[in-house]
């Protein structure tokens, strides 16, 4: 058994799945980045990268086939080679889409067979720790519910709010279902940090509002009122009184939580006087934007996402070392920074139309191309993390995460153990 790393470096496998087209064509990250067929290769490449944490999560649209109903073939084989390999995951659950036989994020049994799912996946692995229920709640609601761009297609507030509400009320009920099978989980949220500049004076108010809008997400999972303006905005799209009331009631689960925040080049925007909006490109940068969701929220934070694409001219090794930089800044002001992460292992596919289009173009963001051949930022991410892991856990051992490794969990102990007990539980059905 191995001691925990104090700090919390990590890469992710991206594992988006929404849907296109009017739900006609699936787009799976894991599919076309190869991830289904080079899964262990992908498990060493994290070990090689001298990383103990991996953002992780098995393709929500085929393991949960029906209410209550689970294909684990995949997810068995992937937890059992990650806990032989003593490498924690970060379990990341729903990752912008859902299963066929569920629709989409207007549907309101969603949060209810989200949160039975997530009671299957963590009395299936026991061992799991640390978990992220839903990935990026606010862009989830967003691109599906008012830009248009996947799974229901849709373009009012009244559809975002209504997704929005569905996704943090699945959330939320995902951490319940979680707690009552380990009472030591821990969730880190990763949501996209966001800021909104106005562009004229003109632009002010759409801006302001935007602002606020920004925090609906974690104020709704972590209990918090939200601003007056943001309570009329809901009641008058669509959330009843008893529907924030279930939010404010769920407060004590903050308790369970990690403010994981993400940051990409693209989270500031430039506000048009009609509301409309572009990437404005870095202006406050991740140290000032962090600061403000923490004091907000007053949780510990993980820095759970960024990247940039590799240019061939050192572009991707000099965001990598900003980042970090940021990192090393709120941390030195106080703020419990407890983890990094560069997003993700391997390049991904189309996600510079954000998914929307199927054009088969290779977006060089990873830390290795889709050869699984190490780019220059693996490289110098591989060089961070060997000179920093033993370094910042000196300032305090309070602000260790309370990690146990999977070789820590007796019943699973021994990867014969794990087999024998999946075979057991589908031979009972389970």
């Known amino acids: 058994m191995t001691a925990p790393p104090a700090f919390l470096f990590a890469t992710g496998i991206e594992n988006s799945i929404p849907r296109i087209k009017g739900g006609r064509v699936r787009v799976d990250e894991m599919a076309r980045c190869g991830h289904y067929e080079r899964w262990r290769e992908d498990f060493g490449l994290v070990q090689e990268l001298g990383l103990s944490f991996l953002r992780y999560g098995p393709p929500l649209h085929t393991t949960l086939t029906g209410p209550g109903r689970h294909d684990w073939d995949f997810a068995d084989a992937t937890f059992g080679e990650l806990q032989r ?22 549907n309101p049994d969603f949060p209810r067979l989200f949160a039975a799912y997530a009671g299957a996946f963590a009395r299936r ?7 992220t229920p839903v990935n990026e709640m606010y862009i989830c609601a967003l691109f599906s519910a008012r830009y248009g761009w996947w799974n229901e297609e849709l373009r009012t507030d ?5 997704a929005l509400k569905h996704i943090v009320a699945a959330n939320v009920l995902a951490m319940r279902a979680i707690l009552e099978v380990r009472r030591d989980a821990i969730f880190i949220q990763s949501e996209s940090t966001e800021y909104f500049h106005a562009e004229s ?15 609906l997400s974690l104020d709704l999972n972590y209990g918090r009122r939200v601003d ?26 903050k308790h369970h939580c990690i403010m994981g925040n993400d940051y990409y080049w693209t989270n500031e925007h430039l506000v048009m006087p009609d509301g409309g909006t572009r990437a404005s490109g870095e202006v406050f940068g991740y140290a000032v934007l962090t ?40 941390r030195n002001d106080g703020v419990p920074v407890v983890g990094f992460t560069w997003y993700s292992l391997t390049d991904q596919m189309d996600w510079d139309t954000a998914l929307r289009e199927e054009n ?38 309070c602000l260790q995460v309370p990690v146990l490794m999977p070789s820590a969990h007796g019943i699973d102990a021994l990867p014969d153990d794990y ?12």
Not at 230 to 251: A, I, K, V, W
């Open 291 to 330: 600061h403000q969701y923490h004091q907000r929220y007053a949780l510990p934070v993980m820095h759970t996402e960024t990247n940039i694409r590799d240019d061939g001219q050192g572009a991707a090794e000099r965001w990598l070392w900003k980042q970090w930089a940021n990192v090393l800044r709120v």
């Open 158 to 162: 009244r559809s975002f709010v209504t």
């Open 228 to 253: 007056s303006g943001m309570y009329e905005y809901l009641l008058d799209n669509g959330m009843t009184r008893e529907e924030y009331h279930f939010f404010l009631s769920q407060s004590s689960l």
């Open 125 to 131: 692995f026991p061992w799991v720790q640390l978990y």
């Open 419 to 430: 087999w024998a007990l999946q075979a057991a539980r589908r031979a009972r059905g389970e």
């Open 85 to 106: 390999r003593d490498i924690v995951p970060i379990v990341d659950l729903c990752h912008f889409g859902v299963p066929d036989w569920i629709g989409d994020f207007q």
């Open 360 to 397: 088969g173009r290779v977006d060089p963001v990873g830390l290795y191309d889709l050869d699984r051949k190490i780019r220059p930022v693996g490289e110098a991410f591989k060089r961070l993390v060997a000179q920093w892991r033993d370094v910042l856990p000196a300032q305090s051992l």
């Open 201 to 215: 004076p003109d632009a002010i108010g759409p801006a302001e509002q935007r602002n606020q809008e920004r925090f």
